[in-house]
Structure formats: structure tokens, C-alpha cells
């Protein structure tokens, strides 16, 4: 009987807590429809916001952190590309060829024949150290003004040309172009072919009278050559980078009477050593047509014959100075024509 009545007392709890239970779930509220699109349209501004964030992040990202990285990596490969450049001369030079024009001097004595041959020789001559350059005339140690009269001395204008080619990142500039003069003397021909090229000369960039105690870069006189008194770096600007090659032309004017050795060296900002440009391994040489009264012992000039059955060009000889001048390219008799 006991044992039956605790049965039926336990039961009840169980029987009791069960409908306390239910009840609570049933009062349990639902949500309404507009509560449901509410939290729709939170959920949605939710996912807007992800999305425009995922956007906007890196660009944040770029423009106040990225970029600053990038800047600083760009200034210091710059910075190291400086310091490789100022380690080095900025700049080489390529693509050397002389023009030397038809005068032409000998040493040993040369036969009428012989200085014809050579004179005829045109490729022989262009590239020849035995060439001189185009004549100019002098006036008392200066040169002659354009139309002067005066004319009793001849200098040579030689021309030269070459390329610089850049080597360096940044731009390298060039603050000065001079001519050095490693030696000088006097110079003296035996045997002197004098020929006057016809036309213009070529058209040089700057030019040196190597005659002068100036011998920096010059401009030089339209179509002429021949250096003036302005200095070249004056008026123009020259920048090299090591995609830039730049051609240049120079000529070199040497004073009557003068064989002149010599190199050019070229400065560049910031750089303490110089470019210096030499034919090859050796200076530079030019010579000039002697003075007018060291004769060679012959000088020998082209002309035209003007009564041989075909017109034709032959040389002979003359004195030197005045009367090479006078007969250089002019009309002949061949009668008059000297035999050696």
C-alpha cells in the first residue's frame, strides 16, 4: 500500500511539471511579419557594408600605406642608381671617322708621279694622317675676316666625328668640352700637294682653334667651321642617359706652320674626372700648310689643261705661297706644265 501511494505521488509531480512546461511554450510570442522584414533589411545592409568594405579596403590600403612603400622603394633604387653612376664616366665614345680633304704632305722625297697617284687616291686620302685639312686663310696670325683681302698665311680646318653614347640611369650632364695640347712644333714639309676643296665644309657642332689659349668648345661660323669667340656650352644644353647616343662633329683649326698633338675632355656634373677622347690609343694629330716663307722644296697644285685634245686635270709645281694660291684649280697651258 506504501509503495503504491509513493507511485502515485511521483507521478502526479511528473504529470504536473510536464503541463507547466507545455504551457511555457506555448506562451512563447512569434514574430510578426513586418519584425521578419526588418531583420531582412538589416541582414541586407549587412552584406552592403561587406561588400563596399571589401572594396575600399585596399584602396585605403593603397593610397595611405602602399603607395608609401612604393614611393620609398622607388627613392632608394634611384638613390642606388645615383651612387652607380657617379662610380663611372656617364658616357663612351663610339663611331670615330676623320675628314681630312685632298691636301697632302710627303717625307720622303716623292716623285711628280708618286704625289699625282696619291693625289688621285681619294679614299687613300680621306683617311690619311699625311692629309691636311681645308685651307684658311690668315692675315697677320689671325684669321681673315670673310672678303678680307688680306691673305698671306694659310691654317687647316680638320673635322671629326663621333657619337656619345650615354651609360648612366639618370642624366648625366655635360658642363664643359675643352681641347688639352700635349705638344706643339713647328712643321715643315718637303713636298706639299695644295688643293682647295670645293663648297662648304661640314656642319660642325662646336669647334677649337687650337692656335688659341682658349680651348674650350666653341660655335662655330655658319657653314664654315671655323670656331668663333662664343663658347658652345653658353648657348647649348647636352644631357646623356644610357639610351641617348648623340652625334657630334667637330672641326680643329691649326695655325699656319704648326703640327699640333692634342685630346679632347669632356666634364660631366658631379663627376670629377673627365671623358677623355683620343684616336685610339694616341693623341690626336693635325698639321697646318707651312708658313709662307719656309718653302718646301716643292709644292705641286691640280689644274685643268685647257689645250690637250680631251680636257684634262694634271699637276705642277708653283711657289709657294701666293702662286699656289693663284694657280690652285685654275687654266693651264700644257706646255706650261712643270716636267717634275
Known amino acids: 500500500m506504501n509503495s503504491s501511494h509513493e507511485r502515485f505521488i511521483k507521478y502526479r509531480k511528473y504529470w504536473k511539471s510536464s503541463r507547466r512546461t507545455t504551457r511555457s511554450r506555448r506562451q512563447i510570442p512569434k514574430a510578426s511579419p513586418q519584425h521578419k522584414k526588418d531583420l531582412s533589411n538589416i541582414f541586407g545592409f549587412a552584406q552592403i557594408i561587406i561588400a563596399i568594405m ?3 579596403a585596399p584602396i585605403i590600403y593603397s593610397v595611405f600605406f602602399s603607395g608609401s612603400t612604393e614611393i620609398a622603394n622607388i627613392e632608394k633604387i634611384e638613390e642606388h642608381n645615383k651612387a652607380q653612376d657617379l662610380k ?3 658616357a663612351e665614345v663610339v663611331d670615330i671617322g676623320w675628314q681630312r680633304y685632298f691636301s697632302r704632305y710627303f717625307i720622303n722625297n716623292e716623285s711628280k708621279e708618286q704625289v699625282e697617284a696619291a693625289s688621285r687616291n681619294y679614299i687613300q686620302i680621306s683617311g690619311d694622317e699625311y692629309n691636311i685639312g681645308k685651307p684658311i686663310s690668315y692675315c697677320d696670325n ?3 675676316s670673310p672678303g678680307a683681302d688680306c691673305n698671306n698665311e694659310s691654317g687647316a680646318l680638320t673635322y671629326y666625328s663621333f657619337s656619345l653614347k650615354g651609360k648612366t640611369k639618370n642624366p648625366a650632364v655635360v658642363t664643359e668640352i675643352s681641347a688639352v695640347i ?7 714639309p718637303e713636298v706639299l ?7 662648304s665644309g661640314e656642319n660642325a657642332l662646336f669647334g677649337f682653334d687650337l692656335g688659341s689659349t682658349d680651348l674650350e668648345a666653341r660655335e662655330t661660323a655658319d657653314y664654315s ?3 668663333t669667340d662664343v663658347h658652345h656650352l653658353v648657348k647649348n644644353h647636352i644631357s646623356l642617359t644610357e639610351k641617348d647616343v648623340v652625334p657630334i662633329t667637330t672641326s680643329f683649326l691649326a695655325p699656319p706652320g704648326k703640327r699640333i ?8 656634373e658631379n663627376h670629377a674626372n673627365p671623358l677623355v677622347i683620343k684616336d685610339g690609343s694616341k693623341p690626336f694629330s693635325v698639321v697646318s700648310y707651312p708658313y709662307a716663307n719656309e718653302k718646301p722644296a716643292r709644292t705641286y697644285v691640280p689644274v685643268n689643261v685647257v689645250d690637250a685634245e680631251e680636257k684634262s686635270v694634271n699637276i705642277t709645281q708653283c711657289q709657294w705661297y701666293s702662286q699656289c694660291l693663284q694657280m690652285v684649280h ?11
Open 193 to 199: 700637294y695644295f688643293a682647295y676643296p670645293q663648297g
Open 142 to 144: 689671325e684669321v681673315s
Open 330 to 340: 685654275g687654266n693651264i697651258k700644257k706646255a706650261d706644265i712643270s716636267n717634275d
Open 182 to 188: 700635349d705638344k706643339t712644333e713647328d712643321f715643315y
Open 225 to 227: 667651321g671655323i670656331p
Open 54 to 56: 571589401s572594396i575600399v
Open 261 to 268: 698633338e692634342f685630346h679632347l675632355e669632356i666634364f660631366f
Open 88 to 90: 663611372s664616366i656617364p
